[in-house]
C-alpha cells in the first residue's frame, strides 16, 4: 500500500508527534508514505473566507504536484488539511470558471492540474484499506481496556459526508477498538473545539473545550484520542485556564489516535513521540499494560 502524503503545516512545526507517530504506525501496518516534494500550505480554513479563487490555487498546487508524480491519492493526517484539499478538488473538477483561473495559476508555476487526485483522511485509509480485522491481527501489546473518548472534532466528516456519518462519527470508535481500546459513549464527539478562535476568542473557545472535555469526564474516559493537530492543542494546552476558570480538576490527557494504535502495535514511546503530549498519557496506557 504506497501513498503519496501530504504533511501539512501543523505536523511539522506544532505537532511533531502527529507526524512521527503517523510514519510509525504506518510502517507497522505496511503503508509506505511518499512526501510530496516541494508542497506548500494548503492555506487552511482562513484563506479561501479571504479569497476564493487565489486560495483554490494555492491548495491545488499540491494536487498537481502529487499527480505529476503518479499519485491517484494524496492521503493526509490533518483534518483541516484534508477538508481544504479535498474542497480544493472539488471546486476545480465541478466549476468551470474556478479550474480556469486555477489552471492559468499553475501554468504560471511550470504545472498542470487535470483532476485526477483523490484526497484521502489517514483514518480513512487505516479502516477502508487496512481494515479492522488486520490491525486487531497486529496488535502486540492490547491497550487493556483503556477508556477512550474518541474526539472527531468538526471537520473529519463534514461537510463530506460520504466517508462518515455527518454528526455521529465512529470511524475512530472503530480504529480504536480493534488496537483493544474500551470507547466510551461520547455526544461531543464531533462538537467543534473552536479551532483558531482560541487565538482571537478565548471566551468562545474556552467554554466549548470545557464542555468537551466535561464531557469526555464524565462519561469515565482514561483519555481523548483525537485526529487533528489544532483539536489536539486546543484540548492540551488550555486546560490550565480551565482549572482557573472552572475548576476542571486533574488534567485530561489527550492523545493522537495513531499514538494509541502505534502503542498497541508495539512501536515505542519515543517513536510514538509520548512524551511530546502536552498532558502524560503514560501513565494511564501503564495501568492497563
Known amino acids: 500500500m504506497d501513498y503519496s502524503f501530504f504533511p501539512g503545516c501543523a505536523l511539522e512545526a506544532s505537532c511533531p508527534h502527529y507526524y512521527k507517530s503517523t510514519r510509525a504506525t504506518c510502517e507497522a501496518l505496511g503503508i509506505t508514505l511518499t512526501e510530496v516534494e516541494d508542497w506548500n500550505c494548503c492555506g487552511a480554513t482562513a484563506y479561501i473566507g479571504t479569497d476564493e479563487d487565489k486560495a483554490i490555487a494555492y491548495s491545488a498546487r499540491n494536487l498537481a504536484l502529487a499527480e505529476a508524480a503518479g499519485a491517484t491519492d494524496l492521503v493526509t493526517a490533518c483534518n483541516a488539511c484534508y477538508i481544504t484539499l479535498r474542497k480544493a478538488g472539488k471546486c476545480y473538477r465541478e466549476s468551470k470558471p474556478i479550474r ?24 480513512e485509509v487505516f479502516l477502508n484499506d487496512v481494515g479492522t480485522d488486520r490491525i486487531a491481527a497486529a496488535v502486540k501489546r492490547d491497550l487493556g481496556g483503556l477508556k477512550v473518548a474518541a474526539y472527531h472534532g468538526c471537520l473529519l466528516s463534514r461537510p463530506f459526508t460520504d466517508v462518515d456519518d455527518a454528526d455521529h462519527p465512529t470511524i ?29 476568542r478565548r471566551d468562545v473557545s474556552l467554554p466549548l473545550v470545557h464542555d468537551i472535555l466535561s464531557c469526555a469526564r464524565a462519561y469515565g474516559a482514561d483519555c481523548v484520542a483525537v485526529a487533528c493537530p489544532l483539536c489536539s492543542i486546543n484540548l492540551e494546552a488550555y486546560q490550565e485556564s480551565l482549572r482557573v476558570q472552572f475548576d476542571f480538576g486533574p488534567p485530561m490527557p489527550i492523545v493522537l489516535f495513531t499514538q494509541l494504535i502505534g502503542s498497541a502495535l508495539g512501536i515505542s514511546e519515543e517513536a510514538l513521540g509520548l512524551e511530546q503530549c502536552f498532558v502524560d498519557v503514560r501513565p494511564a496506557l501503564a495501568a492497563y499494560a
Not at 483561473?101 to 492540474?113: D, E, P
Not at 480504536?176 to 487565538?199: N, W
Open 100 to 123: 480556469d483561473n486555477v489552471s492559468r495559476a499553475l501554468s504560471a508555476a511550470g504545472l498542470a492540474y487535470r483532476g485526477t487526485v483523490d484526497v484521502r483522511h489517514i483514518a
Open 172 to 200: 475512530l470508535d472503530k480504529l480504536l477498538s480493534a488496537a483493544g481500546a474500551h470507547l466510551v459513549p461520547f455526544p461531543m464527539t464531533a462538537k467543534c473545539c473552536g479551532g483558531m478562535l482560541m487565538t482571537t
